[in-house]
């Protein structure tokens, strides 16, 4: 079936270091990926997105290409900042769906 | 518009009750999904309408829940005979129709609603 594999967390760094979180997908056809951002207290927002092959998604300063090769979507930001503390959740709709299949979400911790 | 709304945020219930949640979707977005969240898990997928029809059901969704959107508008989903396993974050989105499911497709989160059995 489809799923979503995220790197297991809490990831913590410094400010200003770079950030990569690996999520690797399995999927039928030609699926959308997505990253999704949950700040504490606040509901999911969509952060990027990429809907078909050597897409790259980028937003705020963060970055996902889409590989149908390696099946991956990772997430990378070159400097990241302690207003980036939250959980970041990797997400495909597979074809012929509209439903979301989410991984298991990343926690990142920045410290100042 | 502010969002996707929900009611209530927190609700705690004891078990074998019957507990009812309301989502309000963002108004021109004819799309209504429900998710469910355990602690330390990603969003799982329950079920979703397009406009009044409920067009798909995950086996996630036991005969205790029950879902409608009687008016393409709002949605309700109720628990029938809470167990201590239901408590989780309810989570609310919506999104536009239009485009093929390949096709870019947002969906917008409410707050979720917090369920807590005793």
């Known amino acids: 079936g489809n799923s979503v594999t995220q790197m297991e967390g809490p990831v913590t760094l410094s400010e200003e270091a770079f950030l990569t979180i690996n999520c690797t997908y399995t999927a039928t056809g030609y699926p959308s990926l997505f990253w999704y951002v949950q700040y504490p207290g606040e509901g999911l927002q969509l952060l990027l997105k990429a809907t078909k092959a050597d897409d790259k998604g980028s937003n705020k300063g963060f970055e996902a290409t889409y590989r149908k090769e390696t099946t991956s979507f990772h997430l990378e930001k070159g400097s990241v900042q302690v207003s980036d503390s939250a959980v970041y959740f990797c997400?495909?709709?597979?074809?012929?769906?509209?439903?979301?299949?989410f991984g298991t979400g990343t926690r990142l911790k920045v410290l100042a | 518009d502010t969002g996707v709304s929900q009611d209530p945020r927190h609700k705690i219930t004891k078990r074998g009750q019957n507990v009812t949640f309301r989502c309000d979707p963002i108004?021109?977005?004819?799309?209504l999904y429900w998710y469910r969240q355990t602690l330390g898990q990603g969003p799982e997928f329950l079920t979703y309408?397009?406009?009044?029809?409920?067009?798909?059901k995950s086996r996630l969704l036991s005969d205790r829940f029950s879902a409608e959107r009687p008016k393409g508008s709002f949605s309700t989903l109720e628990i029938q005979r809470t167990e201590q396993g239901d408590s989780a974050m309810y989570l609310c989105?919506?999104?536009?129709?239009?485009?093929?499911?390949?096709?870019?497709?947002?969906?917008?989160f409410g707050p979720g609603t917090r369920l807590t059995v005793l």
């Open positions: 309408f397009q406009n009044e029809a409920q067009l798909e």
């Open positions: 989105a919506s999104s536009e129709t239009g485009g093929t499911p390949s096709s870019y497709n947002e969906q917008f």
């Open positions: 997400a495909l709709t597979a074809s012929g769906t509209y439903k979301y299949i």
């Open positions: 108004s021109e977005h004819n799309r």
